[in-house]
């Protein structure tokens, strides 16, 4: 969940590196590029993100950039995850400690 | 740590990415980091990175096809143990192998033996699963050094010879225990390294 949102977050051309920032930044704990990318992979399987192909740069050693974007079935997920969030945290007693 | 804003990533874990780098998305991960370098991460940082990415992906393959990996897995595991139990047996009397030290000449050169044939053996394995190649032939090549790692330090701590079921046993069941832990789920926190 945490990648489909900073996808939405960066909207249109998010790739690898600026979805590994905003998960760091939102999370304050470092995150591994390799792990953002199996769970990116995760998720295009199963239909939530797509995916293509960008230009090599040279700033990245003549490679190219794999950018991703939210499906709609993505954002249904998100909302139906958002939903029961919701619910699981209305009623709860104000937590303390 | 060394920040570095312009030069080259470290060469070697470039390559080792390159290498043993199992991720359908290896290209674009290598990319990533190449970029995260140069704009000021630092080489222990890069080498994390690279370590965890060949990692993730490893098991990330291996989940997806559990049977084969595990395949891979035991007759790694079967093969170092025929290949323990014939150089003790066979080649090299048993009275000298309780003689090596961990710093010898000898067992260094048993340890360089056995890691090249390890890696001819996974490059056979390899083609035998050409739509994983990469994956499982790294996999059988842990599988094969850890196991007769294990056999020969055993061998050498206890001063007996690896022939008894125990020690095999114990082989396997290490073996297996990184490969549980490898494939226990993967965790987008990994790194505790400085940025």
Same mark, same amino acid.
């Given at each position: 969940?945490?990648?489909?949102l900073?996808? +939405?977050r960066l909207?249109?051309?998010?790739? @690898? !590196?600026? !979805?590994?920032?905003?998960?760091?930044?939102?999370s304050?704990?470092s995150?591994? !590029?390799?792990?953002?990318? &199996?769970?990116l992979?995760?998720l295009e399987r199963k @239909?939530?993100?797509?995916?293509?192909?960008?230009?090599p740069?040279a700033?990245?050693?003549?490679?190219?950039k794999?950018?991703?974007?939210?499906? &709609? @079935?993505g +954002?249904?997920?998100?909302?139906q995850?958002?939903?029961t969030l919701?619910?699981?945290?209305?009623?709860l007693?104000?937590?303390?400690g | 740590m060394?920040?570095n804003?312009s030069?080259?990533?470290p060469?070697?874990?470039?390559w080792f990415l390159?290498a043993f780098?199992?991720?359908?998305?290896?290209?674009a991960?290598?990319g990533d980091l190449?970029?995260?370098? $140069?704009a000021?991460?630092? $080489?222990g940082w890069?080498?994390?990175q690279?370590?965890?990415a060949?990692v993730?992906?490893?098991?990330q393959?291996a $989940? $997806?096809?559990?049977l084969?990996a595990?395949?891979c897995?035991?007759v790694?595991s079967?093969?170092?143990i025929?290949?323990s139990?014939?150089?003790?047996?066979?080649? /090299?009397?048993h009275?000298? /192998?309780?003689?090596?030290?961990?710093?010898?000449?000898?067992?260094?050169?048993?340890l360089i033996?056995?890691?090249?044939a390890s890696i001819?053996?996974?490059k056979?394995?390899?083609?035998?699963?050409?739509?994983?190649?990469?994956a499982f032939?790294?996999l059988?090549?842990i599988?094969?050094?850890?196991?007769?790692?294990i056999?020969? /330090?055993?061998t050498?701590?206890?001063?007996?010879?690896?022939?008894?079921?125990?020690?095999?046993i114990? %082989? %396997?069941?290490?073996?297996?225990?990184?490969?549980l832990?490898?494939?226990?789920?993967?965790?987008l926190f990994t790194?505790r390294?400085?940025?």
């Open positions: 969940m945490m990648v489909l900073s996808l +939405l909207g249109e051309g998010a790739y @690898g !590196v600026p !979805v590994t920032n905003e998960i760091e930044k939102q304050g704990r995150v591994a !590029v390799g792990s953002v990318y &199996a769970a992979e995760r @239909g939530l993100i797509t995916s293509r192909w960008g230009a740069t700033e990245r050693g003549g490679r190219a794999k950018h991703f974007s939210v499906t &709609a @079935g +954002l249904k997920e998100l909302r995850a958002q939903k919701i619910n699981l945290w209305k009623g007693p104000e937590l303390k | 060394n920040k804003t030069g080259e990533p060469r070697i874990a470039t390159a780098g199992c991720s359908p998305d290896n290209d991960i290598a190449t970029e995260c370098y $140069r000021g991460r630092s $080489r890069y080498w994390w690279t370590l965890v060949i993730v992906g490893l098991s393959e $989940r $997806r096809n559990k084969l595990a395949r897995i035991g790694g079967v093969l170092a025929v290949f139990e014939l150089l003790q047996r066979v080649l /090299i009397p009275s000298i /192998i309780t003689s090596l030290r961990f710093v010898s000449p000898m067992f260094s050169m048993l033996v056995a890691c090249a001819h053996l996974g056979a394995m390899a083609s035998l699963h050409s739509n994983y190649r990469r032939a790294v059988y090549v599988s094969f050094c850890s196991t007769l790692y056999c020969w /330090i055993t050498l701590l206890t001063a007996a010879p690896a022939r008894t079921t125990s020690h095999v114990l %082989g %396997g069941f290490i073996n297996y225990l990184w490969v832990r490898a494939l226990s789920g993967s965790n790194t390294m400085a940025r």
